[in-house]
Every structure is written in C-alpha cells, then in structure tokens.
C-alpha cells in the first residue's frame, strides 16, 4: 500500500501531466509514432479523385460501378518504459530527485500513448528487473504506472543496463517503443542497446544531476551546493549511493578538476554511442525540471523525429 505522501505525488504527477498534454502534443505523437500498417475497412463508391489503384474489380464486376477499397491505420502500439530506480536515481541536488523526474517523464509518454489508444507497460530495474507490468490501457493502469515509479523500495543498489535490456528484449514479442529512462551510469550496454534496436524503437531518456558532473556554481550569485549544505567551504563529505563508500573532496584540488574532466568524456563517449545507434535521445536535467520544459523538450524531439522521417 501506498503512502499518503506517496499518493499526493502519484495526483499532483497526474493533474499536471493532463494539464501538459496538450492536442499539439498529442498530434506530434501520433505523426511521429506510426501504426503497425494498414488495414482494410470497407469497400465504397469510386468517387473523383480516389485512388485508382484501390479500385475492387471483383465488386466492380459482381455490381457494374466501380468501388475502391478503404484502408484505416492499424494504431494500436505498444509502449514499454523502463525505469532505472537504482540508489543513484535516488539523488537531487534541487528540489527534485532523478528518480521523481523519471517519474513525471513515465506519466507523459503514458498518458500520450493512453489517448492514442496504445498500450503501456513498465519495468523497474537497478541490479536487476525488480518489477514488470504488462502493456494495458486506461487511467487506472496509468495512476498504477505512476505509484510503482514512487513508492517501490529497491532490494539492490547498484546498476546493471545489460540485464534490463535483456529482460525487456525478451517479454516484448511484438515491435514497440522502448523508452530508457535512466542515468545511464553504467558499462558495457551498448551491445545490448543495440540488438534492441534492431527489433524496437529505442529512445534513451538520460536523466542527470549538474553535480554529477561537477561542482563548481554556475552563478556568481549562487552558492554552492555544499556550502549550503556544510554552512561553509572547505572538504566535502560524499557518499556513493550506490556503493555506499565514502570520501572526502576538495572541490577546488586538481584532483576534482580532473573527475570533472573524466565525466565530460564518458557523457561524449555515450552520446557517441547513442549516434552510432542512430538513435533520438532526450536529456533532462533535475535543475530544469518545470512543467513547461517537459513541454518544449518533448516537443522539440518530436519535431526532430518528425524531419528525420
């Protein structure tokens, strides 16, 4: 059951989310995500301008008029969100968590594949898949969606992309949309990432920290974090959420400025391998999470999609 703190969250997500999901956005979703075909409807009157190749001859043979054959677009897709909530999707250095920003992106492309008609499933995972639901319909499943992304407590810390990747390669018979929402803070995936690709539409979701990657403020005006935190400057006590050590860092030693050297690598070298894959992705950022940047972003990559095909 569900804390009360957690069924405030699981509302507030979801009044905000129908209020996001707007018609443009729900039309940018249907152009960008097609149906699997198209399939036959009726058989009607030839009128000016229809497609003469549609033209039935058997009906126009048995009736004496010509008729043409009337397809509709077979929609129902199916939407499968994976969400990483190891122990390092549980940090946030602003007022939100990756974990709860996770959760807010899984509610959008839920209730955007739910007023398409599509299904949506979910499958949690850190060291390994933790929980699966199956693709279904409807609010009920999506409000589920939602507590599951909140309110499940990891039995492990750290991460492991491979096995999830695995995992949903093998319950996802039929083609889908897999979104990864992750920090990807984890080696090795870009095999598996890959086979997946070949069968699915994979979109990487990155979900980061500014501090992940370095500790330095970005205003003049803004102190930083751990000044704020410690009420002072100096040493700085860091726990790895996932492995639990600890140490202690000087933010201004050679040292820090060469992690942060190291973080800008392994954020390019993942990008790279996301173009190799030639795979769209989204970014977003715990210090830019309000309401109308989930808006603008995935909108913008929908256009992205949209140029691409």
Do not use: C
């Amino acid at each position: 059951m569900a804390a009360p703190e957690i069924i405030k969250k699981v509302r507030r997500i979801e009044l905000v989310t129908r209020r996001l999901v707007n018609p443009q956005l729900t039309g940018a979703y249907h152009s960008v995500f097609k149906g699997r075909g198209m399939d036959f409807d009726q058989v009607t009157p030839y009128a000016a301008g229809d497609d003469p190749r549609f033209i039935d001859w058997n009906v126009a043979a048995r009736t004496g008029d010509l008729h043409v054959k009337r397809f509709v677009e077979e929609r129902e897709l199916t939407v499968q969100i994976m969400v990483d909530v190891s122990a390092s999707m549980r940090f946030g250095t602003t007022d939100e968590t990756k974990r709860a920003l996770a959760a807010q992106l899984a509610a959008v492309f839920a209730v955007l594949a739910i007023r398409n008609n599509d299904r949506v499933g979910l499958a949690m995972f850190d060291h390994e898949v933790e929980a699966y639901i199956p693709p279904k319909k409807g609010r009920k499943h999506i409000m589920r969606l939602i507590t599951q992304i909140l309110d499940h407590q990891p039995r492990g810390g750290t991460t492991d992309l491979v096995a999830a990747l695995r995992y949903v390669a093998r319950v996802t018979r039929r083609r889908s949309i897999i979104l990864v929402v992750s920090d990807f803070l984890s080696d090795s995936w870009e095999t598996e990432l890959t086979l997946l690709a070949r069968r699915h539409d994979v979109i990487p979701v990155v979900i980061e920290d500014l501090r992940e990657r370095s500790f330095q403020p970005q205003s003049a005006v803004v102190r930083p974090w751990w000044e704020r935190l410690l009420g002072m400057g100096g040493l700085v006590a860091l726990r790895d959420l996932e492995t639990g050590a600890q140490v202690l860092v000087d933010p201004e030693s050679a040292a820090t400025r060469t992690w942060e050297l190291g973080q800008d690598r392994r954020r390019q070298e993942r990008q790279k391998a996301f173009v190799r894959l030639g795979l769209e992705t989204l970014y977003f950022d715990t210090a830019h999470h309000a309401d109308t940047d989930f808006v603008r972003a995935i909108a913008a990559f929908f256009r992205r999609r949209s140029r691409r095909s």
